[in-house]
């Protein structure tokens, strides 16, 4: 009876989901070409180690769109809860680009300030177009960070999840570029390619936590106790039941399927302890947030 309704929920999900990639792919492509070209053109190391990452995000950007499609498959035979863990292997994907252009970018930088400090160069630092393009992409990132994690309190996306993280990250990225442009015009030229590796390890930090979060979701990963209380509360007042002894529950992709074992009198009739068991489940598909299946075993208890 709730199918057509769960159906046009999943089907919003995934347009916002698919939204919130695309977006932010479209402002990542415009970011690393600017950035990329003011980087070289203005000297800057930082800025340029900065496009280095939006460049990264236009890969996985794609990757991560075609992975939130093929998530809309609907489920199969060998896959009876749907593609929706494909929004964790996206997550997972969008981390090992983030780790492998942080180790990339530290490596570069690292190399760059040796050579400052045993030869420095005799010039006025980065172009001051440079510093006026990183004060901006703070601001879109910005804006993007803050849009994303709205979507994503709505959608529960893991790969959405891991976007808003990345975009926030670009947040600090572009804001050690711009003090390390403006240090390098101050006649401090080592501090611009410097920021370019504390760049580099604000990325590597971010990538090891999406691919922390990411895991957890395909590890099967459920937050035990707080699930517990919520499926205990929501199951208060329910006519005949005496006991919940056992609490088990399994995410796929977003959404959660449950197991209980509950207690109910051993002298009513098989047909009222079915009763207990259907209201068990309704009552937690209607009130746990995206839980999807719930299975329940009744049996006597004194």
């Known amino acids: 009876m709730n199918e057509p309704s769960e159906t046009l929920a999943a089907g919003k999900r995934r347009r916002l989901s698919l939204l919130a990639v695309q977006v932010g792919l479209a402002a990542n492509i415009l970011l690393a070409m600017v950035k990329c070209a003011v980087g070289i053109l203005g000297g800057s190391p930082a800025l340029l180690a900065d496009g280095i990452n939006s460049t990264s995000?236009?890969?996985?950007?794609?990757?991560?769109?075609?992975?939130?499609r093929l998530s809309a498959k609907p489920a199969d035979h060998e896959h009876p809860y749907g593609h929706d863990q494909l929004e964790s292997v996206a997550a997972v994907v969008v981390g090992a680009f983030v780790i492998t252009t942080a180790i990339a970018i530290f490596w570069h930088t690292v190399a760059t300030v040796h050579e400052l400090l045993t030869a420095p160069p005799d010039n006025g630092g980065s172009a001051v177009i440079a510093l006026w393009v990183a004060l901006a992409v703070v601001l879109v990132k910005f804006g993007l960070t803050g849009w994303t994690y709205a979507v994503n309190r709505r959608v529960n996306n893991s790969a959405v999840l891991a976007l808003?993280?990345?975009?926030?990250?670009?947040?600090?990225?572009?804001?050690a570029a711009a003090v390390g442009i403006l240090f390098a015009r101050m006649g401090h030229p080592w501090v611009d390619p410097l920021a370019g590796a504390v760049v580099s390890l604000i990325i590597l930090h971010t990538g090891v936590e999406i691919l922390r979060s990411a895991t957890a979701d395909l590890m099967d990963t459920v937050p035990g106790r707080e699930l517990d209380r919520e499926i205990r509360a929501s199951l208060e007042g329910i006519s005949g039941l005496l006991a919940i002894e056992e609490v088990h529950a399994h995410r796929f992709g977003p959404w959660l399927v449950a197991n209980l074992t509950i207690g109910v009198d051993g002298g009513i009739s098989v047909?009222?302890?079915?009763?207990?068991a259907i209201e068990v489940e309704r009552r937690l598909v209607d009130r746990v947030e995206f839980m999807r299946r719930v299975y329940v075993h009744y049996h006597p208890v004194t």
């Open 57 to 68: 995000d236009v890969a996985y950007g794609v990757v991560v769109s075609i992975f939130v």
């Open 164 to 175: 808003a993280q990345d975009h926030r990250n670009d947040i600090f990225a572009s804001s």
């Open 271 to 276: 047909r009222d302890g079915h009763r207990i």
